[in-house]
T-cell receptor, first 114, second 115 residues
Framework: AQTVTQSQPEMSVQEAETVTLSCTYD???????LFWYKQPPSRQMILVIR??????QNATENRFSVNFQKAAKSFSLKISDSQLGDAAMYFC???????????FGAGTILRVKS | DTGVSQDPRHKITKRGQNVTFRCDPI?????LYWYRQTLGQGPEFLTY????????KSRLLSDRFSAERPKGSFSTLEIQRTEQGDSAMYLC?????????????FGPGTRLTVT
């Protein structure tokens, strides 16, 4: 079974600085998708960014970018120019190609200091 | 597009009571998912529907749990004879199967507290 590991229970970043959240996963599949979700204190999960495993180019969405290392099964999220609104729980998630269920890591709490 | 909605947002019940939650997906989405999230953990998959058919159930979904999606629109999740271990956030998500990966859009969740 696929597993997702987030080894950082909590991270802090100064406003306007850059922070990187780590995620590793385990799978025997070659085609799959990886996601970062943000869950603010109101608890509605929001998709931040996704990466298709067949794509070598790292995904980027405005201030959010990923470092996808397929061989190492690593998928980190970089947040640039951190803002107070970025404070939330961040979940890394895996989805098989043609799969139906997301497999989530335990999450990383991100605190942003002003 | 009003997003995925869930009702109620909070539910407090006594052990042994039955509870039912409702999820309304995004209108054009044909897949609907239920997840459970305990405090400090990531969501865990419970079950999913494609239209009105329930196609997969997790082993987490004991026989006290039942989910339905009549007419392929809204879905209900019922828990019978609730136990304290059922206390969690129950999340619903929906997606539309197309040529690209079916991204799941989540609702705000129903927080269940069993006393």
């Amino acid at each position: 079974a696929q597993t997702v590991t987030q080894s950082q229970p909590e991270m802090s970043v100064q406003e306007a600085e850059t922070v990187t959240l780590s995620c590793t996963y385990d799978t025997s599949e070659s085609d799959y998708y990886l996601f970062w979700y943000k869950q603010p204190p109101s608890r509605q999960m929001i998709l931040v960014i996704r990466q298709e495993a067949y794509k070598q180019q790292n995904a980027t969405e405005n201030r959010f970018s990923v470092n996808f290392q397929k061989a190492a099964k690593s998928f980190s999220l970089k947040i640039s120019d951190s803002q107070l609104g970025d404070a939330a729980m961040y979940f890394c998630a895996y989805l098989e190609e043609y799969g139906n269920k997301l497999v989530f890591g335990a999450g990383t709490i991100l605190r942003v200091k002003s | 597009d009003t997003g995925v909605s869930q009702d109620p947002r909070h539910k407090i019940t006594k052990r042994g009571q039955n509870v039912t939650f409702r999820c309304d997906p995004i209108s054009e989405h044909n897949r609907l998912y239920w997840y459970r999230q305990t405090l400090g953990q990531g969501p865990e998959f419970l079950t999913y529907f494609q239209n009105e058919a329930q196609l997969e159930k997790s082993r987490l979904l004991s026989d006290r749990f039942s989910a339905e999606r009549p007419k392929g629109s809204f879905s209900t999740l019922e828990i019978q004879r609730t136990e304290q271990g059922d206390s969690a956030m129950y999340l619903c998500a929906s997606s539309f199967i197309s040529s690209v990966v079916a991204e799941q859009y989540f609702g705000p969740g129903t927080r269940l507290t069993v006393t």
